[in-house]
């Protein structure tokens, strides 16, 4: 094989390689990356797989905020400007709901979102 051929292989197989590191499979650890600002979360709608390993790293934007998910038991302060890694492992099926917990304004009460577990 001449230089170019095996420069092109090395190229294929590591961009191959690249592509499968990117692709979460059930039983994996999935991260996903949101943040919190008056009065939203932005992804507010997260889909995982059941049996997944999640790493949510959230930042607030603003101000100080809280991410509540009742159904996996989780509480967590969020100041300003600081990512906040919460993990738990997606161990029952459904969609649940999540939400600020810190009070941050007028709209605090709109401030929601949903887990999907598939």
Known sequence: MNRLSV??????LFAGSAYLAQKP????DS??????RKYEFSPNVIKVKRGNHIRL?????????GFKLEAF????KLPEG????????????????FECSHFCGLGHQKMKGQLTVE
Do not use: K, N
């Open 7 to 12: 420069t092109l292989a090395a190229a294929a």
């Open 25 to 28: 499979v059930a039983g994996e």
């Open 31 to 36: 991260e996903i990356r949101l943040t919190a």
């Open 57 to 65: 790293v959230i930042t607030a934007l603003d101000r100080i905020h």
């Open 73 to 76: 038991h989780i509480d967590q």
């Open 82 to 97: 600081e990512p906040v890694t919460v993990e738990f492992t997606a161990d029952q099926a459904g969609t649940f709901p």
